[in-house]
């Protein structure tokens, strides 16, 4: 197994996860469309990000969907260390406000150690994850604005 696949997929993961918690807030919450789509296509970006990783390998590892079979191959949940580690803040949100930034943050560290560990595999892709984290900077100030002037 590749340890350095299996940060890719994790973070690949968590990144996407952050994103969508945001998409249906903007979607559903906020009822937003701007903001919904702005997550959208930051979210869909790390796909497309994902699959220059994936034409590293001369596409050999590629699944119909562009993703990674070695991605793929190289998950062990079920042994992970960190799955059952948690800190106090991290189960307990007050408002809206914080699911968000939790979870825009949780994304932008996700993009942080994409970008990093893909300069190993591919530099464009790294550039490309890097991108998309200034992004999700700007997503973050746009949605805690509007759910500030939200009201139940």
Known sequence: MDRLNRILDANLNRAREGLRVVEELARLVLENAKLQKQSKVIRHGITQAEKMLCIVGNGRDCLGNGHDRSLLASRAAYRDPGAKTTVAGEKKRTKLQDVARANIRRAQEALRVLEEIAKLKNGPASRKFK??????????????QALEKYKK
Request: no cysteine; glycine share 0%; proline share 0%.
């Open 131 to 144: 991108h998309l984290r200034f992004k999700t900077y700007d997503l973050e100030y746009d949605v805690v």
